[in-house]
Nanobody, 116 residues
Framework: QVQLVESGGGLVQPGGSLRLSCVVF????????MNWYRQAPGKERELVAS???????DYTDSIKGRFTISRDNAKNIVYLQMNSLKPEDTAVYYC??????????WGKGTLVTVSL
């Protein structure tokens, strides 16, 4: 059974940092592209960071220079290091595994709240 389990969310002050983790079970992790999405209250889910099976990364403009996506294929984990957090980063963050655009799996999400 495929499972993606996110962790690391929480409450942080503006300017602070968090590291999200997503551990993946039940797939050949190393061949999947991995993505982090987020969905803020009242907004659509948006893609924020991607890493291919070869380790090539991409980011949405609003988080470039502040967030870093990485993966550990030996542990089946993908990370999202988030620095210089802003209130507008508040959202539920979801992990997604994607294989050749035909197989897609989702985690249940972890809440990140950036507030004083």
């Amino acid at each position: 059974q495929v499972q993606l389990v996110e962790s690391g969310g929480g409450l942080v002050q503006p300017g602070g940092s968090l590291r999200l983790s997503c551990v993946v079970f039940g797939i050949n992790f190393s061949v999947y592209g991995m993505n982090w999405y987020r969905q803020a209250p009242g907004k659509e889910r948006e893609l924020v960071a991607s890493i291919t099976s070869d380790g090539i990364t991409d980011y949405t403009d609003s988080i470039k220079g502040r967030f870093t996506i990485s993966r550990d294929n030996a542990k089946n984990i993908v990370y999202l290091q988030m620095n210089s957090l802003k209130p507008e980063d508040t959202a539920v963050y979801y992990c997604n595994a994607l294989y050749r655009r035909v197989r897609s799996y989702w985690g249940k999400g972890t809440l990140v709240t950036v507030s004083l």
